[in-house]
């Protein structure tokens, strides 16, 4: 039995000594609630500064929050580490069966440290950690495998989650993704990587604990009134039908969807690859992350015959979202669903982030048009847009890295066009790979001065797409927008729901299903809360060298006509500006 109320404990694993213990942090938790904001706190005390992010110092923190397994979405487990692909702040959000797997544990975070000297999993079953020899599983080609033998390995009732990396983690490529139950995933910022650089395989977390609720009565009026609105929501009835792949068609109408490496903001194939497409002909199932009455994750059915036996298929169940298609299908100018699909499915088998792969992919597409490489650098592929079979073995090699340009790839646009040339077309900001919203200059706001430097820290494209044809807003209100969205982002991170619940968790209705779990924080002390854990944030980006001054801002947003007009450079350096004062100077 967990007492919700004194949730608390922290679980740290020694990887270097085989070690674990178990610490009470009731005053991390009271001050920071759970999710990002005690993990950023952990961060600060696990990670000495200027730690090497693939060294056995970087640690990996998950965290949950009083939220999980209590409410309905609050299904995000929060990672946090320093990232080998920024090089800052690394912080990754994962549903699936993860969070209510470690509260069951009776668990409000998890800290792993140092690194094995041999490849191993982990096996966390309530107060037990076991170290388990992953010999066998080192080097296999497909994550989907690792998982299916984990599963088979650890008979154990209660419940469990398994998260493991790939060969992209064991091989260190920087933006290398931990994969959960299959089709949900740490995807950004290279937590695959540090993964690997401990030798860590894969971790199973299994619990079998209740949670003891104090003022029931309170709760399920409250848990009413939540999940009432969830399946009352269009919004989120729209998650479902379609998922966020129904986004595609709208997106290109507004000539928002970034395509060809963004030398086009529509796609000419944009309907072949769309939401209502891929439901009509692919759409095999829907599943659910764990306490979540949506389930939004869509599964495509990609049957391939085989080779010498035409009446015998290959059935593969391949994931996919907006920001998938996006990045494996317009940014690449795939426009064959059965190829895109293809080129997700081995993506997801090596377990690399999609959105970065899918612009490293149309970076060395285009500079492979400019002759900025050439086969010598390519082990003889001829990179072209659209061309599956290339961007096939091109992925093959990031992860297997042959020679010094995969290096490079492997490491991120930012890194490669720092080495080859190109940084005018390298869309990455703050080092991190774009998504797929050419919607106008508050995106693009949004992405440089982000903690995570993701649409989903501040989610600038919406701002774009409601405020800046009418409203017209000056840099700086765009910029107070973004952090004050940012602030509130940090709330519901804390209490580690999904973002696409994010319109049914008001600020009022936290605070008072919080009330029911005898947390007592009125809506502005959670405004404050939000905003102080933003700062921490950034004390720790800045203490670990970032700097706005030091990014490259790729010209190619300049060039491109958004779905709010041309963006004007002046605009968008004042915005920059006024959010160093806002978010470093300050710090
Ligand atoms: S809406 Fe989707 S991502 Fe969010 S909790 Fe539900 S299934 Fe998971």
Known sequence: ????????????????????????????????????????????????????????????????????????????????????????????????????????????????????????????????????????????????????????????????????????????????????????????????????????????ISGKKIIDLTHKKNYITTYKEIYDKAVDSPVMKKYHDLGTAGNIKSLNLMGALPTRNLKAASFEGADKISGEHIAENFLGRRVACSHCPTGCIHLAVLREPYEDEPYFYKTTMVGYDYELVYALGSMVGISNPEDMLKLIDIVEKYCLDSMTTGVVLSWATEAMEKKLITIADTDGITLGWGNLNAYMAVVDRIVSQPNDFYKALAKGVDFASKKYGGKDFALAFGKNEMAGYHTGVAAYIGFTIGARHSHLDNAGYSIDQNEMINEKPSPEEVVDKLIKEESLRQILSSIAICFFARGIYSVELVSKAMATMGIDKSPDELMKCGREILKEKYRFKVREGFAFEKLNIPKRIFELRAAAGMIDEAFFNQAIKYAKKQLIDTV
């Open 1 to 204: 039995m967990i007492n919700n109320e004194n949730f608390s404990e922290v679980l740290y694993i020694d990887l270097t000594h085989k070690k674990f213990w178990i610490k009470n942090r009731p005053e991390l938790f009271s001050k920071y609630i759970g999710g990002t904001g005690v993990a950023t706190q952990l961060l600060f005390e696990e990670c000495p500064e200027h730690t090497e992010p693939l060294s056995p110092e970087n640690p990996i923190i998950f965290a949950v929050s009083p939220f999980t397994g209590v409410y309905p979405f609050a299904s995000k487990t929060i990672a946090m580490f320093k990232s080998p692909h920024t090089g800052d702040l690394g912080e990754s959000h994962a549903g699936g069966r993860s969070a209510v797997a470690i509260k069951m544990a009776g668990y409000g975070a998890i800290v792993i440290k140092g690194k094995c000297d041999m490849p191993i999993y982990l096996v966390i079953k309530d107060r037990k950690v076991e170290f388990r020899n992953a010999n066998t599983l080192w080097g296999m080609k497909s994550s989907f495998t690792v998982g299916d033998v984990i599963r088979a390995n650890e008979k154990d009732p209660g419940m469990r989650s398994i998260m493991r990396i790939g060969q992209a983690g064991e091989n260190l490529v920087s933006y290398a993704a931990v994969v959960t139950e299959t089709y949900r995933h740490f995807g950004r910022m290279g937590l695959g990587a540090v993964f690997g650089s401990k030798m860590l395989k894969g971790l199973m």
